[in-house]
């Protein structure tokens, strides 16, 4: 984020402004004409005629060190900036652009359109119900995402995310999310050097691990979990859902258990299959070190290979002629 406007308030007094209806100011506003209003006094209530925005050029505010801007609206062509020491406390982002630097902190944010920028701050319970939150560093946690996209990319940790119908969750290089409940329609894709761990997909709920991108310690519970092209699933926790292994892909640990299912042409390697878990190895596929409970399944396709399997007393294993398997 452009530092330009820093210098003009290191002179600015601390101030609480509340203003429910209109938005508000924390340190310094600058109008549609560019002009600066008078900086706002401790303790002062500005309200502006309008919502912050709603014209071009638009309305800016600035908050400071010390300075708090509670309920904030910021409409189209409006933008709120919250600095070191500044705090928003529930802005609704209806079309305009809310900027959280280093030091900056947001409660409870309603995004219902365009975008939310955190870029070394920190923001908690956000509804993300539409438009875009870029996530580049700093901490959010308690994130709901209901019909918008959120990315998190180098530095960014996201904490106890949940992802519902309509939202999508998208995690890059550098960026981690932890503790993330994935709901019914909702999904998520995690990129080269990007990570995810300890995701609970529920049923409806779809994720991927693209090239490079790690999902680790994952709860599959009705939901669907991709290891795609060089992407890895370390460690899932299968039950009443499924795991499917593209060519390339990786599931490396973990447990299916009953109603689960591990499938693909990819690889696998080190998983143990429970009671009334599978695991379908279909061509071109390879499995290691796999170990198949009493009533576990394990399926190999023409074209796949299983090695160095451990197979115990009443485990379900089935070869189709082209597949191969080697017993430890």
């Known amino acids: 984020m452009a530092n330009y406007w820093f ?67 910021i409409r189209y062509w409006g933008y709120l900036f919250v600095s070191v020491g500044g705090v928003a406390s529930s802005p609704v982002v209806d079309g305009g652009n809310l900027f959280i630097s280093s030091g900056g902190i947001a409660f409870d944010a309603s995004v219902l359109a365009n975008r939310l920028y955190l870029r070394g701050g ?74 995810v761990v300890g995701i609970v997909c529920l049923s409806g709920g779809t994720g991927q691990a693209q090239t490079g991108g790690t999902v680790a310690n994952a709860t599959i519970a009705g939901g669907r979990l991709n290891a795609g092209l060089g992407g890895i699933v370390a460690n899932p926790v299968v039950s009443r859902g499924l795991v499917y ?25 080190g998983v143990t299959v429970s009671s009334g878990g599978s695991i379908n190895l279909l061509t071109n596929a390879v499995g290691s070190s796999l170990t198949i409970a009493s009533s576990g399944i394990l399926l ?26 080697e017993y430890v």
């Open 7 to 73: 210098n003009a308030l290191l002179a600015a007094a601390a101030v609480t402004v509340e203003t429910p209806v209109f938005g508000s100011t924390g340190v310094w506003v600058v109008d549609q004409d560019g002009s600066v209003i008078t900086p706002v006094s401790s303790g002062m209530t500005l309200a502006l005629s309008e919502p912050v925005g709603s014209g071009f050029p638009a309305n800016r505010i600035y908050v400071y060190s010390g300075g708090r801007a509670i309920n904030a609206e």
């Open 122 to 195: 920190t923001a908690s319970g956000v509804v993300l119900s539409g438009g875009t939150m870029l996530f580049e560093s700093g901490v959010a946690q308690d994130v709901t995402i209901s019909g918008g996209r959120l990315y998190v990319s180098s530095g960014g940790e996201l904490t106890s995310a949940t992802v519902m119908s309509g939202g999508s969750l998208v995690v890059s290089s550098g960026g981690v999310a932890r503790d993330t409940v994935l709901s019914s329609g909702g999904g998520f894709d995690v990129y080269v050097g990007g990570s």
């Open 245 to 269: 292994m593209y060519t390339s892909g990786l599931v490396s640990g973990g447990t299916v258990f009953s109603g689960g299912l591990v499938q693909g042409g990819g690889s696998a390697h």
């Open 300 to 325: 190999v396709q023409s074209g796949a290979s299983a090695l160095a399997v451990t197979s115990n007393a009443g485990a379900i294993v089935a070869v189709s002629s082209g597949g191969y398997i």
